[in-house]
């Protein structure tokens, strides 16, 4: 064979030779390309992972509720009449004893004036009455009467005597019977000036009672504080008439309503599942819509004994009380209050979301592991208690350990 000939079938070998290699580059590619699409993708969305921290945690009840003064007076008028004038308004603190109001006195001077006319009247009266007694006393002893008798006795001697005419001697006679009369009708009068005497009396005391009561109104139209403590509201304007709450009760006119929110409370709701829990003096800590940064601390006061039935839903009534020295908890606020079960301070925590419970309720979290197919694996950890947001790592991981969100 000729040299040509050679060389024209190694340059056809070289040729399949490159082509093939081009073949097996392509096949080779193309396989770790469809096996690469194939594979799953392991990593972890950074937004899914949260880690392990320490921290403070507390399992608690939360009651919601408003939040109200513990002492809180509603202020009405013991006199009737016109508002005329206001000496407060609302968010004003007031003192006990403080002027609030004054309704118009004209009237109610003018009926003291009448009353005190009455007593005096009536005085008098109780004077003219003892002096008739005193005048019946004297004529019912009949001083003249010895007297009278003696000389119309020696009237008659005398007569007989004929030292003097039959008209003395009448005369005489007469003086006395008059005289004796008169005494009959004054021991007679003695009875009736008594009872005249106690009619002035009681007459004198109705017209005492009469005066100390105009006087009292008098008073009572000037309204005042009867604790110290903020209004809360101001329910009347000059001019308004005003009903006493004597003549009329719980219907009268509500000038005022005060209270004293150095001392507040919640009136919350606490579902039948939970109120086994809470009990008197429990911590509690309360949060209100204005202050969402800021925690109140408070203690349960008062747990109702019955519950209420709404909507297949029985709830306890629970009161907590709360000091507000700075008046910054103002009255009607919507509050939560947390009432503390138990809580623990300085231990590892982990989100609720990240943990997996068998049907055991056996607990573990998922955890990144770079070298596992699917690049997670899971943990088992011990738990403590859980605030429904985030639960006590007793056990299985350290601080600063990530975990995955399920």
């Known amino acids: 064979m000729t040299p040509n000939g050679k060389n024209g079938k190694n340059r056809k070998w070289r040729k399949r030779l490159i082509w093939l290699g081009i073949l097996v580059v392509v096949i080779g590619g193309a396989g770790y390309g469809v096996r690469a699409a194939l594979k799953p993708d392991n990593k972890i969305d950074p937004s899914k992972l949260a880690s392990v921290e320490r921290g403070n945690i507390a399992r608690s009840v939360v009651a919601t509720g408003k939040i109200e003064p513990r002492s809180t007076v509603e202020v009405k008028s013991k006199a009737s009449g016109i508002v005329k004038k206001l000496y407060v308004d609302y968010s004003d603190y007031v003192h006990q004893g403080q002027v609030l109001a004054e309704l118009d006195k004209e009237n109610l001077e003018a009926t ?6 009455n ?5 008098a009266a109780e004077e003219s009455a003892m002096a008739s007694l005193e ?9 003249d009467m010895p007297f009278l008798k003696t000389g119309m006795e020696r009237a008659r001697e005398l007569n007989k005597q004929g030292l003097i005419a039959k008209n003395t001697v009448e005369d005489a006679e007469k003086a006395y019977q008059m005289a004796l009369n008169k005494q009959s009708s004054a021991i007679r009068n003695l009875a009736v000036s008594r009872a005249e005497i106690t009619k002035a009396k009681a007459m004198v005391a109705q017209s005492t009672a009469s005066l100390e009561r105009a006087d009292q109104d008098l008073r009572n139209s000037t309204i005042v504080s009867p604790i110290d403590g903020l209004v809360l509201s101001r329910n009347v304007e000059v001019g308004n008439a005003v009903s006493s709450i004597l003549v009329l009760g719980s219907q009268a006119t509500l000038l005022f309503t005060l209270g004293d929110i150095s001392d507040v409370f919640v009136r919350g709701k606490v579902d039948q599942a939970d109120i086994g829990k809470v009990y008197l ?5 309360i949060t209100v819509e204005s ?11 008062q747990i109702s004994p019955l519950g ?5 839903v029985t ?25 503390i079960l138990e809580e623990k301070p300085n231990v590892l925590l982990v989100p609720e979301a990240a943990i997996i419970y068998d049907k055991d309720r056996k607990a573990t979290v998922e955890v990144p592991d ?10 088992n950890v011990k738990l403590g208690i859980s605030n429904g947001v985030k639960t006590e790592l007793v056990a299985g991981l350290n601080q600063g350990a990530k975990v995955i969100l399920q």
């Open 370 to 379: 770079a070298t596992s197919d699917k690049g997670r694996k899971k943990v």
């Open 112 to 117: 003291v004036r009448e009353s005190k006319a």
């Open 315 to 339: 709830t306890f009534e629970v009161k907590v009380s709360i000091a507000n020295p700075g008046r910054e908890l103002k009255a009607q606020m919507s509050a939560n209050a947390e009432i």
């Open 119 to 123: 007593l005096q009247a009536a005085q």
């Open 135 to 143: 005048r019946n006393k004297v004529d019912a002893e009949g001083p």
């Open 308 to 312: 209420v039935e709404k909507e297949n």
């Open 281 to 285: 003096t429990q911590l509690t800590r």
């Open 291 to 301: 202050f969402r940064d800021k925690k109140f601390e408070g203690k349960v006061y």
